[in-house]
């Protein structure tokens, strides 16, 4: 039954199109736009430093608001598998933790892919950009940053939609579904140009932000904006960014375990009217 069950998300995930035009190809042409149009009056001859500074934080930017993306999708599909899933955890040997452990699974191997284009497509575009090799500095470090961060936005969102069908209001499901997306965009934007204490850390979305910054680029996060980070007298270790996405992420798992076993999901009658 998980065997089969995995098989058939990946399968749902990878042949979704709004998936890949949401969350690669368009965060694509922003990290293009970021390479080519809003480093027009950046000189060419500046010090490496900084040009890993300006594509770390591209790339981490632009990972999260793919994830985000990616999230609206995790939503939907546990809205309309709601009731089904019902059934399943009743009458067969699939239970909630199990049930939810393949889903945790599959999100993962989906959200790997994108990380990977990702993070190959801003390497390259970058390093052509100003002929300098511009490959991340902590890899091994970078990639499990950018699973905690596809972890986080999955728990996310799965606690959000399952908040919402164990209230039974899925004339909400529109928003929940785009909510990550929202509540990331000025957080990160903030980030980059303002001085926000210690949000940075108690913020889970800015958490994940600094860590694939700091693994991308090699530069520590500033306590400030991440634009003045090469100016920066005090930095930020990056194991309270480690606690603080750990702390969200196993809060939100054990929320999202309960949140299954009461839903009792959503009636195709109810489905047509939203």
Do not use: C
Not at 143 to 170: E, M, Q, R
Not at 180 to 188: C, E, F
Not at 205 to 228: D, E, M, Q, T, W
Not at 235 to 240: A, L, Q, T
């Amino acid at each position: 039954m998980s065997i089969l069950l995995l098989k058939m998300f990946l399968k749902q995930m990878f042949r979704n199109p709004y998936a890949w035009g949401w969350g690669f190809f368009f965060v694509s042409f922003w990290l293009i736009m970021g390479a080519y149009i809003f480093s027009l009056e950046m000189p060419t001859d500046l010090p490496a430093e900084i040009y890993f500074s300006y594509t770390g934080s591209w790339f981490s930017m632009s990972l999260v608001y793919s994830f985000s993306a990616l999230a609206v999708g995790i939503v939907e599909s546990a809205y309309h598998s709601s009731f089904s899933l019902r059934y399943l955890t009743k009458y067969s040997t699939l239970d909630s933790k199990r049930y939810y452990l393949v889903s945790i699974i599959s999100t993962m191997v989906f959200f790997s892919v994108f990380s990977i284009l990702l993070g190959v497509e801003t390497s390259s575009i970058y390093s052509f950009r100003f002929g300098v090799q511009l490959i991340p500095k902590k890899p091994f470090e970078l990639t499990l940053a950018s699973i905690l961060s596809a972890l986080f936005i999955y728990v996310l969102s799965s606690s959000v939609a399952y908040l919402i069908l164990v209230l039974k209001k899925p004339r909400l499901i529109v928003f929940a579904s785009f909510l990550p997306l929202v509540i990331s965009y000025p957080l990160l934007f903030f980030q980059l140009y303002v001085d926000i204490g210690y949000v940075v850390v108690l913020s889970p979305f800015n958490a994940v932000n600094s860590l694939l910054y700091h693994y991308y680029s090699g530069i520590s996060v500033p306590r400030g904006p991440i634009i003045k980070s090469m100016q920066a007298s005090a930095v930020i270790n990056p194991s309270y960014f480690w606690a603080s996405l750990i702390s969200w992420i196993f809060s939100l798992s054990m929320l999202n375990v309960i949140l299954i076993g009461r839903q009792k999901g959503i009636s195709i009658e109810e489905l047509r009217q939203v």
